[in-house]
Every structure is written in structure tokens, then in C-alpha cells.
């Protein structure tokens, strides 16, 4: 009888395919057909994209977005730092922790749509007083129990409930996987980002002290001139006023150089003094990658874990949709139990101590449909929601995208102004020394070259440092360039 039953209800729940509630569609946007500017001339872009790519569709990445770009800077330095800051950043490590949760309440929703079965034992062994039972004697009134029993309970998933359930909690985690590789591409931005700054502010650095040691030699011949009786008072202080303020430069650039190792310490997990020594000994800006491909805006939004992981979450409440619905229809639990019972131990599993139970049993709210149906409302409302977080996630891409496309083509130009500007500057200080030297120019015009110069030269130090971290502003709008550390969407895959 009970495999009878069990039969019915199987059968019934095999024929019942369908799962209430509106099935996930991906969600398309218009997008432009190529980006306003090129990467690299800011002529206008001609490849083509599909004007409703969605972030979802499979595509193979180009070679530019798929290689790991720190590599294109040639600096072993930064190579290594970023493969420490994957290995041992704690940002990721939480990132990781709450992906695991995520895989973990996947797997424990799974078990849902299987029966639950458990199992329980008792003994006891109990003696009624005489008030209880009054002229039985005191032996007649010891009684002993013992049972042994299986428990079987499980829902029939007439209405996709548990389905709709498991649907959720699996897109959940393939959002979690998405933020994962979202906060990698951070990590990873952000250490190069850094990198290059500290690189740009040691070269502003020497800079400074190189034209401290040039504006040194000019007061110290402006001062043998006012020894000699040559010169005045006032030229040797304004001669000392200037090669004071670029001393002051000095002190300020090497606490931002200091504030920028040990922000780098810190991203690749360690302690902020651990880099100093490693990175004290001043070396050049990384070089520029010979050429940066942005692709195409549809491309751009396969690439993105941050509109992927929006996507992933659209689909997890579209399907919490259904699971609200399912409660408008009733809710169907097969249970069973099979066991032994007896007053002594040894007539445990005899066949007159048998025991089963059957039932199914029928839970249905359509007394309280106003309750589900608000929270049906409540699903629909979060699910509006989060298409449009998705849609302004789509959105926010594009503009990251153009923003870091002009600014590094814009920084390129400007690059090359400012290097003629600083070897110009430079040629004139020291036509200007070499004038006053022989008297054919004032000091006025010597401070004057001297201080250009100094402007100049920190100007193409900081410009250029701008191209280097535009380099990688692109490459992080991109999402190119940025491996899978961490095998995870292979697990959910297998689940």
C-alpha cells in the first residue's frame, strides 16, 4: 500500500510540468554601434555591434581584452604586486567568503526538491504513582517503551514553488560569481592605478630635487657675485625665495609617495611599512601598451561582471515571482512513517510490532489570497527594480567607457605638448644662465627661465603619469584583461 501511494504521488508530480509565475527573459537594451571616440586617435570607431547585445550571450573576447594587460606594461614590479593583491587581498577574501555562501544556499535549495528523511529511536522506562492508579501494585504500575521509526516528508512541486526557489538561489549565485570577478577587476585597477601614480609622483619627486639642485647652483653664483660687489641684496634674496618654495615641494611629494606605498601594502594584504625598501629606488612610468581596442559597445557589455551580476539578480527576482505566486495554489506533502514499537526491546522488529503511516496532506492559504497576493505585488515591484538597476548598469558602462576613451586619447595629445614644453623650458634655463654668466641678461630672467622650467617638467611628469592611469582607467571600463582567479562559475555550472 505504501509503495502504492508513494507510485500515485510520484506520478502525479512527474506529470505536473508546469511552474507558475513569469519565466526570465533576457532583458535587451539599444546600444550604439560603436563609441564615440577611438582609443587612441579619437577618429570615430567603425566596427560594428548588435544593437541589442545583451551581457548574457557567449562571444569570444578579443586577444587585447582577454590577455591579462598588466603584462603590456613591461614592469615586473607591477606584475608582481597584482598577482600578490589576487593571492591576498582581504577585499576578495570577503568577496570569495560571500560566494560560498551564495554556492552553499544553492545546494541547500536543491535538497528541496528532494524527499526529506530522517530517522528516531526512543526508550523509556516510567512508573505511575498510586494516586494514578489506585490498588495496582507497585510493579504493575513500571511500564517500559521502546520504538524505532523512519520519518519520510516531501513536497510535491505541483506548482514549480521549490523550482522557482531553486531558479532564484542559483542565479544569486551566479551573481555572487559576478561580483567576485567585479571586485578582482577593482582590486586589480586599483593596484595598477596606484603603481603608476607612485611611479609619476617619484619622477615629480627627482623633478623637484634635480631643480633644487640647478636653482642651488644659480644662488651660489648670485652670491659670489653680491660678494664680489657685483650684485645686490635684493637679487640674492629673490635668487634664495625661489630655491626655497621648490625645496618646499620636496617634503609634500615624499609624504604622498610614502601614503601611496603603503596603500599598496595594504591592497596586496600586507602591512603598510612591508614595501618601502621594495619600492624606494625611483624607476620610470610603466610604458604605454602600443595599442588599446575597446572592441564595441556589445562586446563591452559580454565583458562586464558588474552588468552580469545586475542581469543575474534581475533573473533571481523575476523567479521569486513564481515562488509568491505558488501560494495562490495548494500545497501538496506526501508523508509516510514506518517503525517498530514494543513494551520490551527484544519484540523490537517483530512483525506485530509493526508500525506505518501514509498521508498526504493539503496546505492551501485561499483564505488569506489578500497576504499573497501583496507579496506577489512586492516580488513584481522588486523585480521592476532591479530591470532598472540592470538598465542603469548597462548605461553606467557606456559612460565609463566614452569617459575613459576620451580622456586617454585627450591625455596622449596633451603628452606630447607638454614633453616639447619640458625639453623647450629645460634648453632655456640653461640659455638663460649661460647669458647671465656672461652678462647679457639680468637675474630676473634667469629665475624666471628656472622657475618655467620647473613647471614644465612636473607638468609632463603629472601629464604623463594621466596617460599611464588613463591606460588603465580604459582597461578596468573595458573589463579586459582581468583572469578568473578563482574557478567558481565552473562549480555552479556542475550544480
Not at 115 to 135: E, F, M, N
Not at 394 to 404: D, G, I, R
Amino acid at each position: 500500500m505504501v509503495i502504492r501511494a508513494l507510485t500515485v504521488a510520484l506520478s502525479t508530480a512527474l506529470l505536473a510540468a508546469c511552474a507558475v509565475g513569469p519565466d526570465y527573459v533576457r532583458p535587451t537594451m539599444a546600444t550604439p554601434e560603436h563609441f564615440a571616440r577611438s582609443e587612441s586617435t579619437g577618429e570615430a570607431a567603425t566596427a560594428p555591434a548588435p544593437a541589442d547585445a545583451t551581457a548574457s550571450e557567449v562571444a569570444a573576447p578579443s586577444p587585447e581584452a582577454d590577455a591579462e594587460f598588466w603584462h603590456s606594461f613591461n614592469d615586473p614590479m607591477l606584475t608582481r604586486l597584482v598577482d600578490e593583491a589576487l593571492a591576498a587581498n582581504h577585499d576578495l577574501r570577503i568577496a570569495l567568503a560571500s560566494y560560498d555562501r551564495a554556492n552553499a544556499l544553492l545546494r541547500g535549495a536543491k535538497f528541496d526538491r528532494f524527499p526529506t528523511v530522517t530517522a528516531s529511536a526512543t526508550a523509556s522506562d516510567s512508573r505511575a504513582s498510586a494516586d494514578q492508579l489506585p490498588g495496582v501494585d507497585r510493579d504493575a504500575r513500571d511500564a517500559e517503551s521502546y520504538g524505532v521509526q523512519a520519518n519520510l516528508s516531501w513536497e510535491l512541486d505541483l506548482f514549480g514553488r521549490v523550482r522557482r526557489g531553486v531558479e532564484s538561489q542559483r542565479a544569486e549565485a551566479w551573481a555572487s560569481a559576478a561580483d567576485l570577478d567585479a571586485l578582482q577587476v577593482a582590486i586589480v585597477g586599483e593596484v595598477a592605478r596606484s603603481y603608476v601614480e607612485l611611479r609619476g609622483l617619484q619622477e615629480r619627486l627627482r623633478v623637484a630635487q634635480e631643480n633644487e639642485k640647478n636653482q642651488g647652483e644659480t644662488m651660489r653664483l648670485v652670491q659670489a657675485r653680491f660678494d664680489a660687489g657685483r650684485g645686490t641684496e635684493f637679487d640674492t634674496s629673490r635668487a634664495n625665495a625661489q630655491l626655497e618654495t621648490t625645496r618646499a615641494r620636496v617634503p609634500a611629494l615624499e609624504a604622498q609617495v610614502a601614503v601611496t606605498m603603503h596603500r599598496l601594502a595594504v591592497l596586496t594584504g600586507q602591512t603598510p611599512d612591508a614595501l618601502i625598501a621594495e619600492l624606494t629606488p625611483q624607476n620610470p612610468l610603466p610604458a604605454l601598451p602600443a595599442r588599446l581596442d575597446a572592441g564595441t559597445p556589445g562586446d563591452l557589455l559580454r565583458r562586464r561582471p558588474d552588468v552580469a551580476a545586475a542581469e543575474q539578480r534581475l533573473h533571481a527576482a523575476t523567479a521569486r515571482i513564481g515562488v509568491a505566486t505558488a501560494d495562490l495554489f495548494p500545497r501538496f506533502t506526501l508523508g509516510g512513517l514506518i517503525g517498530s514499537q514494543a513494551i520490551d526491546s527484544s519484540a523490537l522488529f517483530e512483525r506485530d510490532s509493526e508500525t506505518r503511516l501514509v498521508a498526504l496532506g493539503i496546505d492551501w492559504s485561499f483564505l488569506d489570497v489578500g497576504r499573497v497576493r501583496a507579496r506577489i505585488a512586492a516580488a513584481d515591484a522588486s523585480a521592476e527594480g532591479e530591470l532598472a538597476r540592470y538598465q542603469q548598469t548597462v548605461l553606467l558602462a557606456l559612460e565609463e567607457t566614452e569617459n575613459a576613451l576620451v580622456r586617454y586619447a585627450r591625455a596622449r595629445v596633451e603628452d606630447r605638448h607638454l614633453e616639447q614644453a619640458a625639453i623647450d623650458s629645460a634648453r632655456a634655463a640653461q640659455l638663460a644662465r649661460v647669458r647671465y654668466e656672461a652678462g647679457a641678461a639680468d637675474l630676473l630672467e634667469v629665475l624666471d627661465a628656472e622657475r618655467n622650467q620647473l613647471v614644465a617638467q612636473e607638468a609632463f611628469a603629472d601629464g604623463r603619469t594621466r596617460s599611464v592611469t588613463g591606460a588603465v582607467a580604459l582597461y578596468k571600463a573595458m573589463a579586459g584583461g582581468w583572469p578568473t582567479r578563482v574557478p567558481v562559475r565552473e562549480e555552479i555550472a556542475r550544480q
